[in-house]
């Protein structure tokens, strides 16, 4: 297939199939011919491993992908897009395209079925409406996969890669460090996409960890001690908790001494170590 990163080529072959862009659907296709080498590169794309992509476009990135893995099975909801995959993606034996929404695809079937005995990656340039969501729902299912290198809006990614204890820090930024070691790789301006966006874009990979970085008792407990800490941004920790435990606010204030956290504090403040203080010493009440 002709150069997929060429607005010309892509334009050309769009209107052949009489496509036409579903901003709903996030439909921002990558026409910067270095990013998704990049992307793949260091998504961790090579011999011995089998790539989920969620989202295919035309497969620029699927093709750069496929160049490298074993196996790339590729999640894309447009069924539109079917017929001009195949014509881009003709060239490969290695790639399936699964006509499916993602949030509606159980995962973990999907790879013990097509990607068993490789070593699992997914690498993306996903649909903006929908980041949180499947970026949470990889990391909370507990899939069998080494990373997820995904593209994504830039303030999103200094939002889910922020360190707990910093002022970007938010429970989905603590979820994702506990799941995962998060990284920001490298930026990627709004004319890298056809039709430009409003916003510019950053690649991040998430190295999924074995374990936990703390122990948190329960982890239920823990998610919840998170949620209710960051639920009121301007609010002390010990008003956060005892509204949105709920609990009165003695009790709040004995569990926060017992784990040795200020009650004057606020959420951003915590490292992820002192959550789980507190997580533990709620579990221990229960
Ligand atoms: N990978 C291509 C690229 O880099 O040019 C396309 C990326 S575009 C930002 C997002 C893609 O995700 C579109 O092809 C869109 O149709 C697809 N998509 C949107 N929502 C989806 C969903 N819920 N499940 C699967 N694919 C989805």
């Known amino acids: 297939m002709e150069n997929l990163s060429n607005i010309g080529v892509i334009r050309d072959l769009l209107a052949r199939h009489g496509f036409r862009f ?12 270095t990013v ?14 089998g790539v989920i992509e969620i989202g295919a476009g035309v497969g620029v990135l699927t093709a750069e992908l496929a160049r490298r893995a074993d196996r790339v099975v590729c999640v894309e909801i447009d ?7 195949a014509e881009t993606l ?32 997914v690498c993306a ?8 969501p499947i970026v949470m729902g990889l990391l909370e299912q507990r899939l069998p996969i080494e990373s997820v290198t995904v593209m994504v809006q830039k303030e999103a990614a200094q939002r889910l890669c922020a360190l ?7 429970a989905g930024s603590c979820a994702v460090r506990y799941y995962s070691e998060p990284k920001v790789l490298f930026p990627v301006s709004r004319g890298s996409f056809l039709p430009s966006p409003d916003v510019d874009s950053a690649v991040i990979r998430l190295d999924i960890r074995r374990e936990p970085p703390v ?6 407990t823990f998610f919840r001690v998170v949620r209710a800490a960051f639920s009121m941004r301007r609010k002390t920790l010990l008003n956060c908790l005892s509204a949105g435990l709920p609990l009165p606010k003695e009790r709040a204030a004995a569990l926060l001494e017992r784990a040795g956290v200020p009650a004057g504090a606020r959420a951003e403040q915590l490292t992820l170590e002192q959550f789980a203080a507190v997580s533990r010493a709620l579990a221990e009440e229960a």
């Open 22 to 33: 579903s901003k709903a659907l996030g439909q921002n296709f990558l026409v910067n011919p």
């Open 36 to 49: 998704c080498p990049r992307m793949a590169e260091q998504g961790g794309a090579g011999p011995g491993v």
């Open 79 to 85: 069924g539109r897009l079917l017929p001009v995959l």
């Open 90 to 121: 003709a060239g490969f034996q290695n790639v399936e395209i699964v006509n499916a929404d993602v949030m509606k695809v159980d995962l973990r079937a999907l790879i013990a079925e097509k990607l068993g005995g490789l070593r699992v990656v």
């Open 125 to 132: 340039n996903l649909p903006y409406y929908i980041t949180s």
């Open 164 to 170: 707990p204890g910093t002022r970007e820090a938010g």
């Open 215 to 220: 122990d948190p008792g329960d982890e239920k």
